[in-house]
């Protein structure tokens, strides 16, 4: 029924090219496999599945310029910052529209941060801005108002944080914390980013098929820079009808899932030019959880680390496009080591180790995973592998409902990690994962005294060297004296780039729509 319903899609874009290009309009066809994008709630959803297409129409306080830098988006100039560090001052550019037609105020912006925090809605995000206060009481039901946000008036509002956190305004670029408009979310109730989508970005919605096709065009009452393209399809599609319609003319881009069938393209003279390989900030690791038998014993979590070949992975299932690492931090990050390579693969210590442990005859372990994830492969790699060492690993495949619930319970036991920068800083990274209270929602359940200390610091410490020093020994206990993650390898993203798109540009694991132009 899914082949029968892509294909249908492929003729409507065949058919859609034809009519646009007889109107002399300039519409970008993308396709890539995206099956999360079911809505386009960003507070409801972690995959870039979700955050791409909801870009294309909704924009943050903040934003990043092409070197990851913060720069005004919606806000007239940076927030100013009190002298404790804890309070941001931030007024909007005037006169900014919502797509309804709508201004935004300062009542917006309340809404989008009140709502994160309100546990109805269930936002899988507030890690990233729960450093605001009462945050963390909103989240446990002990308030229904955010204390940390004062409205001031129509365009003036204060955001104050539970303690200073030098990052911050990196976190109000995050594309999560797009701002909605109160009315219209409201009005739409649960059908928000099915049925109605509404933001102040360059392009506005169309039509909206969930896990299909999203049709945007260019806004005429956008407040900046208007968007070169007269809009963009983005199609939700296998990769190998992706990459059919696209030698055949019909779409423009295409975004590849892994990297199993790059090499048909680098090795072929009349695409070579058109492929493009965008090394991320962002890492593929084992996630292991040292409350769960045998993983509480950190000789098996060091054992587990010897059994796994990164080199062998990257070179014969990646073809050698990806980068190994022995760094949790990725490349571009500040606090990433590159002098440490990763563990030198060794059975037979791994073995030793887990005879120490008291495992003579080795283990079993259960890797859960989502049955729709790219890592599916490296699971199956990672299995063989293992073996070697005397460690079975059960790869148990969930649909991505079930895994979530799981994985934001502390009930995974192996979890397959691909994570990218949300914000060029450590404290995405370390934070998120091994932090005491943030650790149980990715299964990691690992709690230091030290390492809570000390991230706790690094929130408080000013960007520059002596916090990224002080990272650098955060990652270096966690990944090599306690093993809590095996750091797999930093990815890159592939994509075919038609001849007739100029200006193509990437934010991460992200395309920036808003300066590519057609022929």
């Not at 059919?244 to 072929?268: A, C, I, Q, S």
């Not at 769960?292 to 070949?309: F, G, N, Q, T």
């Amino acid at each position: 029924m899914r082949s029968i319903r892509n294909l249908a899609l492929v003729l409507g874009a065949l058919f859609a090219l034809a009519a646009y290009g007889a109107s002399g309009k300039k519409v970008m066809k993308y396709a890539a496999s995206v099956p999360a994008m079911e809505f386009l709630d960003v507070q409801l959803q972690t995959d870039t599945d979700v955050i791409q297409p909801a870009w294309l129409m909704g924009e943050s306080l903040l934003a990043f310029n092409k070197d990851l830098v913060p720069y005004p988006m919606l806000l007239k100039s940076m927030p100013t910052v009190s002298k404790d560090g804890k309070v941001y001052a931030c007024e909007l550019k005037p006169g900014i529209k919502f797509h309804d037609g709508s201004t935004l105020t300062s009542k917006d912006v309340e809404f989008t941060f009140t709502r994160m925090f309100d546990p109805k809605t269930k936002c899988l995000n507030t890690y990233l801005c729960d450093m605001i206060l009462g945050a963390q009481e909103m989240l446990d039901g002990k308030a229904a108002k955010l204390a940390g946000f004062k409205v001031i008036d129509d365009r003036k509002f204060e955001i104050t944080l539970a303690a200073p956190y030098s990052p911050f305004p990196a976190v109000l670029a995050c594309q999560q914390l797009m701002i909605y408009p109160e009315k219209a979310c409201r009005a739409a109730g649960t059908r928000w980013g099915i049925d109605t989508f509404v933001g102040t970005g360059p392009f506005r919605l169309v039509k909206f098929e969930p896990k299909d096709v999203l049709t945007v065009e260019r806004f005429p009452g956008y407040h900046g820079s208007p968007a070169k393209l007269d809009g963009v399809e983005l199609y939700n599609m296998d990769q190998s009808t992706a990459l059919l319609e696209y030698e055949r003319g019909t779409l423009d881009m295409v975004g590849f899932t892994g990297t199993v069938m790059v090499d048909g393209y680098k090795n072929n003279p009349k695409y070579k030019d058109q492929l493009v390989g965008v090394p991320l900030i962002g890492t593929i690791a084992m996630i292991l959880n040292v409350n769960m038998p045998p993983l509480d014993k950190v000789k098996v979590r060091e054992a587990i680390s010897y059994a796994v070949d990164q080199n062998s992975l990257v070179a014969n299932y990646m073809k050698g496009h990806a980068r190994v690492t022995g760094c949790f931090i990725p490349p571009g990050m500040p606090g990433f080591d590159a002098k440490r390579p990763a563990t030198k693969y060794n059975p037979s210590k791994a073995k030793a180790l887990l005879k120490e442990a008291g495992f003579p005859n080795g283990i079993k372990i259960i890797a859960s995973i989502s049955e729709k994830s790219s890592l599916v492969g490296v699971a199956t790699v990672l299995q063989e592998q293992l073996k070697a060492s005397g460690i079975t690993l059960d790869v148990q495949k969930y649909d991505s409902a079930a895994m979530v619930d799981m994985r934001k319970n502390g009930k995974v036991q192996t979890l397959f990690l691909t994570w990218y920068a949300d914000i060029p800083d450590p404290d995405n990274f370390m934070y998120t994962f091994f932090f005491k209270d943030q650790s149980r929602m990715w299964s990691s359940n690992y709690n230091d005294p030290w390492v809570n200390k000390s991230l706790e610091s690094g929130r408080l410490l000013p960007v520059g060297a002596g916090r990224t020093a002080m990272y650098m020994k955060i990652e270096n206990k966690i990944t090599t004296k306690d093993f809590a993650t095996v750091p797999l390898y930093n990815p890159i993203k592939y994509y075919m780039v038609s001849k007739n798109l100029k200006g193509v540009a990437f934010e991460n694991s992200m395309i920036n729509f808003f300066g590519i132009t057609r022929n």
